[in-house]
């Protein structure tokens, strides 16, 4: 509060497609300016007021921040912090409709992740993980830190390797050749810099913020040997992390449709042996469209849940091997359905896949 101007917005953490609200109230309030800005880039938002109050959600221009940003880069060599969050700066100027015009100004920041708390619910963002890490393909862990630190991994109950977080942001963490666990890894937060920070007055909700203590046990990462066959797909949380998993294949669906038929007979020569030739005679073209159910078997409720994000997520890719070197990722879409969760302790997490869709020949 600020000469009798209140001013309610997110802090700590926000998320884009979450409210992010602006409110400005007070006695005489006639107008508020917002100029949003992350990088060199900024918007401006004028707003007038009415009954003392100026309302209004910004998060279109702050999801507009991540526009540039290519979902599909990841680096699988070494640890790195991630575009899927971005530190927004917010310059509030209100006037008051006195005999001075008083102008009041605020300013902060808020660090905006690319996804959504779930409303509705006690959600603790960036909580205890269980993951499954399949070594015959890539992989990384994500995780939000609120500050510098450090990850220790343990390998199999015993001190493996230490990876360094330099400042705030969501990073992501490679699994690399020379981690050879048999069993599974515990990630642990050896400094407290990973606390569960989570917001907010938008909600009118009550979420925690919870400092962890030293060596705080923060992700499980089972290793899985076996299996190298299926659909390893790969896709953005609803928290900002990029998820992975290795599902088996179902019967596939190929459909086939046509588009720009035209046949053409003008009575020259009835066995259409001309026909092919561009616009004197005949053209078509046929494109291929494939959907592939996907199945990852007898999974508990909390991987189920992780699964489920692949439904929602914008971004989906499927794992199309190596190319001097490099990761290469094919886009697909998940289908739009309904998912039913039921109690069992294990169940099934089946879904549907559509991949690109490819010209076969047009003539």
Sequence with gaps: MKNGVTLAYPDEIGFAFNPCLLVASGDKIAKMSIDVSSGEKKETVWLDAMAG??????????????????????????????????RVSFAVAVTKEDEGK????????????????????????????????FRKFPFTVGMYAAGSGSVMFIKDGIADRLVNISEQGVWNIPMKSTDDARRHYMLTDSTGAFGEVVFDDTFD?????????????????????????????????????????????????????????????????????????????????????????????????ETWDMLFDIATSP??????????????????????????????????????IVLPEVQIQKL
């Design 53 to 86: 109050r100026c309302y209004t959600d910004v998060r279109e221009y702050v999801q507009s921040f991540f526009d540039e940003m290519a979902f599909g880069v990841v680096d699988y060599e070494r640890e790195k912090k991630t575009e899927l969050g971005k």
């Design 205 to 301: 909700m009550t979420f925690r913020y919870s400092c962890v203590s030293t060596k705080t046990e923060k992700i499980r990462i089972n290793v899985v040997d076996d299996y190298d066959e299926g659909y390893y797909l790969r896709w953005i949380d609803r928290h900002g992390f990029y998820c992975y998993y290795l599902f088996k294949a179902g019967e596939e669906a190929r459909k086939v449709k046509q588009e720009g038929l035209f046949v053409r007979n003008n009575l020259i020569a009835y066995d259409m042996s001309y026909g092919y030739r561009g616009h004197t005679g005949r053209q078509q073209q046929m494109s291929r469209e494939d959907t592939i159910p996907v199945c990852a078997p007898l999974v508990d409720s």
């Design 102 to 133: 008083t102008l009041i100004s605020f300013s902060f920041d808020v660090f905006y992740i690319w996804g959504a708390m779930k409303t509705g619910g006690q959600e603790i963002y960036n909580r205890f993980r269980t993951l499954t890490w």
């Design 315 to 352: 971004c989906v890719d499927l794992f199309a091997g190596y190319k001097d070197g490099m990761v290469k990722w094919l886009p697909v879409t998940a289908v739009a359905g309904s998912y039913t969760k039921t109690k069992a302790v294990l169940q099934d997490f089946v879904c549907s």
